[in-house]
């Protein structure tokens, strides 16, 4: 405890961000040194991997992840597993970079979530209005493991909170990346895609706040693992480039509810998974669509979601700089249609506000840890869309 008094006082600290996200493409560590806190905050990313998961992992993963029913033993397993395994990944890191953990002031593990269960989503009698998410990956086997403190389970707060637990994006992109001069949106192209709204304001945060927009890459990923084995994604988009955009299929495909609700609103791969684009296909007799102009159609819905959030948010036209960071800002068919989709806006990625694009969400959650111990809690946004002024993270101490 008198570690963490220390930790607190001190100018800047060394945290390394851990994210895996819903793509299950491996574990990004981000080694920041972060100077100050709130928004005096400075970051410095010192050193940067995504550990790529190999496919038992993502096998053990699956028998858990969006699934409504699992075996309670394997999921009790895979908590403490996944705890020592990203321990495991975090000091190979640490050796490749030659930095000692003794120099590692916390470990910021958002964990796996395995289920998102905000209330809109799930409709379960015994729980009418109960926001849930997990996250799994035990902390205490990681401060364990590699004797560095260690905070996670950063949603849980959110939700006690009044949240629905994501997107928390909008924290860290508040006090890192906005701007007085400039409105911005800092669109994140995961296996969910999400977006941060910034206004052109100082530190007046009431008009920020983040969204969820629908599927991001994780459709798209789904499709390519089913038709190809060796294949986790369409590199470059060349598969979706090729085809050509099924009109009935998109539209059924859109008619969800979900894209009408309410902002903010958080999803996942519960539901926007194969059980909904395979009801789609099959209400508008598409199930033989040649797999291009399958993905061509996933793409399409990807930028289609982004615009529909962005236009709900912002009006008809939105007009302002839009920064691209996650997995799918690689994909040229993807950032082609989001250019279709939202013409006046301005396209770049956060590599030209100085964020490396693959590290922004793993450089989130250090900033959160950051703030939990360093900072005061201020609140992002108002009503609904408000990231309330709490503390987020649970502290594991290695002994
Ligand atoms: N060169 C590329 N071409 C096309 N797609 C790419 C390329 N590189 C990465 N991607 C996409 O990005 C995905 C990984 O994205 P990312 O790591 O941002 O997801 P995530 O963090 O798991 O998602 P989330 O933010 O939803 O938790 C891959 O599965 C793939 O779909
Ligand atoms: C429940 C959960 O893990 N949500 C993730 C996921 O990945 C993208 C999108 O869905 C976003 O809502 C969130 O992550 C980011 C980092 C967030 O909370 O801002």
């Known amino acids: 405890m008198q570690r963490l008094a220390q930790l607190a006082q001190q100018p800047s600290r060394r945290i390394i961000g851990l994210m895996s996200g819903t793509s299950l493409d491996g574990l990004d560590v981000a080694l920041c040194h972060l100077h100050g806190h709130g928004l005096a905050t400075r970051l410095e990313l010192e050193h940067f991997a995504t550990v790529p998961y190999d496919e038992e992992t993502r096998r053990r993963i699956r028998q858990v992840f969006a699934r409504e029913q699992v075996s309670l033993e394997y999921l009790t397993l895979l908590h403490a597993w996944l705890g020592r395994f990203h321990a495991e990944l975090v000091l190979g890191c640490l050796r490749e970079w030659q930095v000692a953990p003794a120099e590692v002031d ?29 996250q799994l990956g035990d902390a205490d086997h990681m401060a364990v493991g590699t004797g560095i403190i260690t905070l996670s389970d950063f949603r849980q707060k959110h939700i006690a909170a009044g949240g ?40 007046d945060a009431t008009a920020a706040f983040s969204t969820d927009t629908g599927p991001g890459n994780t459709l798209l990923d789904a499709v390519v693992r089913q038709h190809f084995f060796h294949l986790a994604y369409d590199e470059d988009g060349l598969l979706a480039a090729a085809g050509a955009v099924h009109a009935g299929l998109l539209a059924e495909l859109l008619a969800h509810p979900f894209f009408g609700a309410p902002l903010p609103r958080t999803t996942g791969p519960e539901l926007f998974g194969t059980v909904y684009l395979q009801a789609a296909q099959a209400h508008t007799g598409t199930t033989q669509l040649s797999v291009e102009d399958l993905l061509a159609t996933l793409v399409e819905l990807s930028a289609a979601g982004v615009a529909q959030a962005a236009r709900q948010a ?8 839009v920064y691209l960071s996650g997995g799918g800002a690689h994909n040229p068919a993807l950032r082609a249609a989001l250019q279709r989709h939202l013409p006046a806006c301005c396209f770049a990625t956060t590599a030209d506000l100085g964020v490396l694009p693959d590290a922004k969400e793993a450089i989130l959650f250090a900033l959160l840890a950051n703030e939990a111990v360093a900072g005061q809690p201020i609140s992002i946004g108002t009503g609904r869309q408000c990231v309330p002024a709490v503390r987020m993270g649970k502290i594991s101490l290695p002994d």
């Open 106 to 134: 916390l470990l910021a593990s958002h964990g796996q979530t395995v289920y998102h269960a905000p209330a809109h989503q799930h409709q379960h009698p015994d729980f009418p209005g109960l926001n849930a998410t997990l």
């Open 164 to 203: 629905e637990g994501a997107p928390l994006a909008a924290y860290g992109d508040y006090l890192l990346l906005g701007s007085s001069t400039e409105e911005r949106l800092l669109l994140n192209l995961g296996g969910i895609a999400n977006f941060t709204y910034l206004p052109r304001t100082g530190p």
């Open 314 to 321: 912002l009006g008809e036209q939105p007009a302002l700089a």
